[in-house]
């Protein structure tokens, strides 16, 4: 029961992260349009780039974690279930 609050937890930081992944790409988003040099604009768009990037990587970790989070809430169901009861 343990590694599911954990894989729990793990999923919710995940979630997070790319949150602020998204908040980061709406932020230099904005600052690229308002930049003034080309040089500017090439830094926020690869800024841009990375944060995406980073919220791929993310988005794939989270995908892992919540398909070990349903391998281990079946296997504690099938444990619950195969319990008998003591009479």
């Given at each position: 029961?343990?590694?599911?609050?954990?894989?729990?937890?793990?999923?919710?930081?995940?979630?997070?992260?790319i949150a602020r992944e998204k908040a980061?790409?709406?932020?230099?988003?904005?600052?690229?349009?308002?930049?003034?040099?080309?040089?500017?604009?090439?830094?926020?768009?690869?800024?841009?780039?990375?944060?995406?990037?980073?919220?791929?990587?993310?988005?794939?970790?989270?995908?892992?974690?919540?398909?070990?989070?349903?391998?281990?809430?079946?296997?504690?169901?099938?444990?619950?279930?195969?319990?008998?009861?003591?009479?």
């Amino acid at each position: 029961m343990e590694i599911i609050k954990d894989l729990e937890e793990l999923a919710e930081g995940i979630s997070i992260a790319i949150a602020r992944e998204k908040a980061s790409v709406e932020y230099y988003t904005k600052a690229y349009q308002k930049a003034r040099t080309e040089s500017a604009r090439r830094v926020f768009a690869l800024l841009i780039e990375q944060e995406k990037m980073h919220e791929d990587k993310l988005r794939g970790q989270l995908q892992e974690v919540k398909s070990q989070l349903e391998m281990e809430r079946l296997k504690e169901k099938k444990k619950s279930s195969s319990r008998t009861p003591q009479e």
